[in-house]
């Protein structure tokens, strides 16, 4: 809560170009809390350097995922839309939180476990302590709802963990914060591989399908899905390929796994695949229209990115000073 307000916050990482995972694990399900909330919707690019960037590119990629964010319908005059490393209070209050988290508990991430196979020459602190800053980002806020992917419930599990031991150290000080999993959007699978997670860092492009993808390469990412041996769209625990398959194409029409089993009966895979590339390319087409927009205007980005800093920067600083005063800082 801050004054009489709830509170959302989330964060996305500048890391690559956005996902359909991103957008209906996630941005697509952000516009909707802004009449009721007070709402924080960073570009999370401290967190992008746990893994090697370039520079240029990690510039471009910031300015785009704020474009990006405003493309999904966030009005920045709803939101508060900014970017994590222009408010140091991040980084100051992730500092505070890492003396009051485990080793063991950080130990047992399953992200970190992931990205340390994948980065093994680049094993660092940052990315070990990523947790922290994570639970830092969405306790200064004063967050009571975090909407995010599956992928990130045992980060959450971690921030109210910090919180709750910090509350009960010292005195009531963050709002203990609620993950919110879009039931329908939750885990969007790799198409080459669908037992692992649609990730924007996958190397290879035919896995993915980015948002800003033009409609004749979607047609041909869902035309080369992986499925499975059979014909039939049925939603069928070992049948990952179609489950994942039926689990877009419910997400983007709105219609349940029987309606969407009913629609292609007698059908093949090869119809179902066109529909979920003609109903992908449709949905995103008006966004990577506005996208085009927002991102040839940088000077606006910019005004965005200054107010969206200011506005998260006073909300910050209560919540700061409050921790600072608590551990004994002189103030
Ligand atoms: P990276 O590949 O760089 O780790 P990512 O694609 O996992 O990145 P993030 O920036 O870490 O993306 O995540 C932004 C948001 O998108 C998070 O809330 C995350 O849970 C959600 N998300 C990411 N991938 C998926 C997915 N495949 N299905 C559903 N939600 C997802
Ligand atoms: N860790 C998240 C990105 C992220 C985030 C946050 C999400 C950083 N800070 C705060 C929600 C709230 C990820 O890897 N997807």
């Known amino acids: 809560m801050l004054g009489d307000q709830k ?3 989330s964060g996305v990482q500048p890391s690559g170009n956005l996902t359909i995972g991103n957008y209906l694990g996630a941005i697509k399900n952000f516009a909707a809390f802004s009449e009721e909330y007070r709402c924080f919707y960073c570009v999370v690019d401290m967190h ?3 893994v090697r960037q370039v520079p240029a590119e990690l510039r471009r990629r910031t300015y ?3 474009a990006l964010y405003m493309a ?9 839309l900014f970017v994590q490393s222009h408010v140091p209070a991040h980084a100051e209050l992730a500092w505070m939180l890492n003396c009051y988290t485990m080793f063991g508990e950080l130990s047992r ?3 970190f476990k992931d990205k340390s196979a994948k980065h093994a020459d680049n094993i660092n602190a940052g990315l070990f302590t990523y947790p922290t800053l994570m639970a830092a980002d969405i306790l200064l806020y004063q967050t009571d709802l975090v909407p995010v992917g599956i992928d990130q419930k045992q980060h959450l599990e971690l921030a109210r963990n910090i919180a709750n031991r910090f509350n009960q150290a010292y005195s009531p000080t963050f709002v203990v914060p609620e993950p919110y999993i879009a039931q329908s959007g939750m885990k969007i699978m790799s198409l080459t591989e669908p037992t692992a997670k649609m990730s924007k860092s996958d190397p290879n492009p035919n896995a993915v399908v980015y948002i800003l993808d033009e409609k004749d390469t979607i047609l041909r990412k869902f035309r080369r899905a992986v499925t499975d041996s059979g014909s039939e769209v049925k939603y069928e625990e070992g049948k990952d390929g179609i489950c994942n398959l039926i689990s877009i ?3 983007l029409t709105g219609k349940s796994i029987e309606e969407v089993e009913r629609e292609f009966t007698g059908k ?3 119809d179902f695949k066109n529909a979920c590339g003609e109903v992908c390319a449709d949905t995103l087409a008006p966004v990577r229209e506005e996208f085009a927009r927002l991102n040839a205007d940088k000077a606006y980005l910019e005004s965005v990115m200054k107010k969206g800093a200011e506005d998260a920067s006073r909300a910050a600083a209560r919540t700061l000073t409050k921790v600072k005063k608590k551990l ?4």
Do not use: H, S
Not at 72 to 80: A, Q
Not at 328 to 331: C, M, N, T
């Open 328 to 331: 004994g800082f002189v103030v």
């Open 7 to 9: 509170v959302v916050f």
């Open 72 to 80: 999904c319908g966030l009005d920045p005059e709803k939101n508060t």
């Open 64 to 66: 785009e995922t704020l």
């Open 249 to 251: 194409y419910r997400c």
């Open 109 to 111: 991430m399953t992200q």
């Open 48 to 50: 992008a350097i746990t």
């Open 268 to 270: 093949g895979y090869g």
